[in-house]
């Protein structure tokens, strides 16, 4: 059974700093991992995806790497901003479109 | 783009009752169609799959008989959490699959969820 994690619980930086979320995962047989954010109350937003054969996606200031082989992923952010705060949850897409999510880390940006 | 809505986005109802959400693909048919919960401070878990035409498949310790799933057709899915008690209150959240766009692969387009309070 695959099992998410991620690493921190919470983060809290200042405005404009560099950040690192984790997520780690048990099975590497994966289809592809998934970042999301969601917002207190909201539903969830897609940030990015990487295929099973992608060793990483970027997409502004976000740049997510996966390394299959050790079961780990991470989502970089640049140079934080107060509207990133949010939670980041990581999923894994195994058969039949099924995810597994992380528990998430809460982010906040401090101005 | 494609999109999948969700509704209602928030909905009380008392104890004893029973409350239906639905979750439809806007412009793309979905054979399948995924339901997920979110306790409060917890992350998504998967309690069934839904399958147009034939029964959803429930995840371990998910009573089917109390989180009805209905696939009546390939734009539709609904779940209704007969005779809630408080502790069903929970974010409500569905996905599908767009398995139309054969090049890309799967892209799996979230609903906007349902917040449910049982009082």
């Known amino acids: 059974k695959q099992e998410v994690t991620q690493i921190p619980a919470a983060l809290s930086v200042p405005e404009g700093e560099n950040l690192v979320l984790n997520c780690s995962f048990t099975d590497s047989a994966i289809y592809n991992l998934q970042w999301f954010r969601q917002d207190p109350g909201k539903g969830l937003t897609s940030l990015l995806l990487i295929q099973s054969s992608q060793r990483e996606q970027t997409s502004g200031r976000l740049n997510a790497s996966l390394d299959k082989s050790s079961g780990r992923s991470t989502l970089y952010i640049a140079a934080s901003q107060p509207g990133d705060s949010a939670t980041y949850l990581c999923a894994i897409e195994t058969s039949g479109s099924r995810l597994t999510f992380g528990e998430g880390t809460q982010l906040t940006v401090n101005p | 783009g494609a999109v999948v809505s969700q509704h209602p986005s928030w909905v009380i109802c008392k104890s004893g009752t029973s409350v239906k959400i639905e979750c439809r693909s806007l412009d793309f048919q979905a054979t399948t169609m995924f339901w997920y919960r979110q306790f409060p401070k917890q992350s998504l878990m998967l309690m069934a799959t839904?399958?147009?035409?034939?029964?959803?498949?429930?995840e371990q310790g998910v009573e089917k008989d109390k989180f009805l799933i209905n696939h009546a057709s390939l734009t539709l899915s609904t779940l209704t959490v007969t005779s809630a008690h408080p502790e069903d209150s929970s974010f409500y959240i569905c996905?599908?699959?767009?398995?139309?766009?054969?090049?890309?692969?799967?892209?799996?387009?979230f609903g906007e969820g349902s917040w449910l309070t049982v009082v």
């Open positions: 839904s399958n147009e035409g034939s029964k959803a498949t429930y």
């Open positions: 996905s599908a699959p767009d398995r139309t766009a054969a090049l890309s692969g799967n892209t799996i387009y």
